[in-house]
């Protein structure tokens, strides 16, 4: 059962780079999410896509792109990478109703 | 301003008591609450979860307690087992949209000692 799959686990960029986090569930989920997660603080989303087609802004959205290519894959890429987008960023997906939302094993990333 | 405050960075406690971990919001159009677990180098797992129409929801050794009129939800951990060392978060839920927003915590890690 894989359930939700980031690629890759790490990565390091220098400042400018550009990059593109995959992230792809196989539990036929509706709805998929991006959060980041920084050293003392809780998860915070990113972006999120109700249903494949649509996309929209969670809290923190500068400074990055998202593309809901299908229903079971959901990408996070950043055009230009700065140090302050240094963090560890999580995927997750739910279906409908109130099942809770999966999270996948995240993505450490680290930018010069 | 932050929704969601786990106010305690840690916590400590002996194995086969009784764990206690707390958060408090402010918003009151959560319509859910949940508390995640999360291992080193691993992704939050879902625990357990309560409804905003409920005050107590039990799942084996885990009860979430919700008094809605003091903003603040409890996770009871009984007995504590070494298991249970991790970081834990809670999340408040509201709907957009079909899709679930989530705030989250900032998260207690729980050392449970032999």
């Known amino acids: 059962n894989a359930g939700v799959t980031q690629t890759p686990k790490f990565q390091v960029l220098k400042t400018g780079q550009s990059m593109t986090l995959q992230c792809a569930q196989d539990?036929?989920?509706?709805?998929m999410y991006w959060y980041r997660q920084d050293p003392g603080m809780g998860l915070r989303l990113i972006y999120y896509?109700?249903?494949?087609?649509?996309?929209d802004k969670g809290e923190v959205p500068n400074g990055y792109n998202v593309s809901r290519l299908n229903k079971r894959e959901f990408s996070l890429r950043l055009e230009s990478a700065a140090p302050s987008q240094t963090s560890v960023y999580f995927c997750?997906?739910?279906?409908?109703?109130?099942?809770?939302?999966?999270f996948g094993d995240g993505t450490r990333l680290s930018i010069l | 301003d932050q929704q969601v405050k786990q106010n305690s960075p840690s916590l400590s406690v002996q194995e086969g008591r009784i764990s206690i971990l707390n958060c408090d919001y402010t918003?009151?159009?959560?319509?859910?609450f949940l508390w995640y677990k999360k291992y080193p180098a691993e992704g939050p797992t879902f625990l357990i979860s309560?409804?905003?129409?409920?005050d107590k929801n039990e799942d084996g050794r885990f009860t979430v307690f919700l008094n809605k009129s003091a903003k603040h939800l409890s996770l009871h951990i009984v007995p504590s087992q070494p298991g249970d060392s991790a970081v834990y978060f809670c999340?408040?839920?509201?709907?957009?949209?079909?899709?679930?927003?989530?705030?989250f915590g900032q998260g207690t890690r729980l050392t449970i000692n032999p």
């Open positions: 997750a997906s739910t279906g409908t109703g109130d099942q809770p939302q999966h």
């Open positions: 896509s109700a249903s494949e087609g649509t996309t």
């Open positions: 999340a408040a839920r509201s709907r957009i949209q079909g899709a679930q927003k989530l705030v």
């Open positions: 539990m036929n989920h509706n709805s």
């Open positions: 309560i409804s905003s129409i409920k």
């Open positions: 918003n009151s159009m959560f319509d859910y």
